[in-house]
């Protein structure tokens, strides 16, 4: 058996998923930012979660806190086959207050130090930290072997961007080796990759320590009243002045559906990015791999049937054209076109949609026209509803991003309804 694929074995994936994502706006108000739908049937956290499955780890905790309830419905129908007896586990750790009757996590490090004899019961030599709330697909048994085979106290995954967009990261200075020599957070002017005074390294929040090492440090940061047990503000600053941080590229662990493919990550966080990457998705080659057998996202299927396309007149047709159309939809004489719709979506007839991310068990009626449009689950679009066509009109009752994508909810809709 190959070195790599013991490492993995040896290793946990504990995900940090309990930050809300207020900039998603109302998207997040009844749900945490890792548990937002994207991709037609998925949801953001299965990303990581696939990432760490298909890279051979067995052992995974997902940290929540903000309104975690959709989350964790999710987690127990989409990933319970995990088996115990084959020493695989998926542990969902809510903040339960396990310091003291007054702390919640207090930051991304102390949900780790409150969890620590969970991790200790795993038996684990190495532990990879993830945030919950981004899109890529990356093979973490290779940045394992790099944090192994350079003995570093942390290894550091990062994103090699155009340095002066690297503004709005936390920014790696490496030497020539890739070890870290200072980490600046959302610096004016970003230090440039040795090889490349173009680009810079900057972090997209993962991290792989051995457990034995972090363990010490999270105990000696818990003692700390002056910190904010934070990864980011407070242990890999200290590691970087004191110890050894290694940068691993992205470049080298990301998964490709073809070599000359580029290296897909995406943070969602925002309603225009958000809209922007489903959107993409209906590319006629997109960037992002959904159809990748090789490296699958997995997630919850419901046991619904296939789409459904009915009426042919003159304006009152079922087509759906450059468009992804989920499982259990019914387009009924509506139009279609560079949208994602999710489960079980319901259109009527007379109704066209452009541009449009329609989240699940959405129904939307006659004569209603959107464009570019995000579109809350369990919305009723009322019949004869325009939106995409006046923005000033549409920022009235609904919100408009800064590039114009309008997102839509059913509260906005009945305030909407109430002033009529």
Known sequence: MPQSRRLTQRSMAFVLAGGRGSRLKELTDRRVKPAVYFGGKARIIDFALSNALNSGIRKVSVATQYKAHSLIRHLQRGWNFYRAERNEFLDILPASQRMDETSWYRGTADAVTQNIDIVDSYGIDYIVILAGDHIYKMDYEIMIRQHVETNADVTIGCLTVPRMEAKAFGVMATDETGRITSFLEKPKDPPAMPDNPNMALASMGIYVFSWKF?????????????????????????????????????????????????????????????????????????????????????????????????????????????????????????????????????????????????????????????????????????????????????SKWFRVSEKGVTLITQDMLDRRAASK
């Open 214 to 394: 972090l363990r010490e440090l999270l105990l000696k940061d818990n003692d700390d009243t002056n910190s904010s047990h934070d990864f980011g503000n407070d242990l890999i600053p200290e590691i970087v002045k004191n110890g050894k941080a290694m940068a691993h590229r992205f470049d080298v662990s990301c998964v490709r559906s073809s070599p000359e493919a580029p290296a897909y990550w995406k943070d969602v966080g925002t309603v225009d990015a958000f809209w922007e990457a489903n959107i993409a998705l209906t590319d006629f080659v997109p960037d992002l791999d959904l159809w990748d057998r090789t490296w699958p996202i997995w997630t919850y299927s419901e046991s619904v049937p296939p789409a459904k396309f009915i009426h042919d007149e003159k304006d009152r047709r079922g087509i759906a054209i450059s468009s992804m159309v989920s499982g259990g939809c019914i387009i009924s004489g509506t139009e279609v076109r560079n949208s994602l719709l999710f489960t079980q979506v319901h259109t009527n007839s007379y109704a066209v949609l452009e541009q449009a991310v329609v989240l699940p068990y959405v129904n939307v009626a006659r004569h209603a026209r959107l464009r570019r449009v995000v579109i809350d689950r369990g919305v009723m679009i009322p019949d004869g509803l325009v939106v995409g066509e006046d923005p000033i009109e549409d």
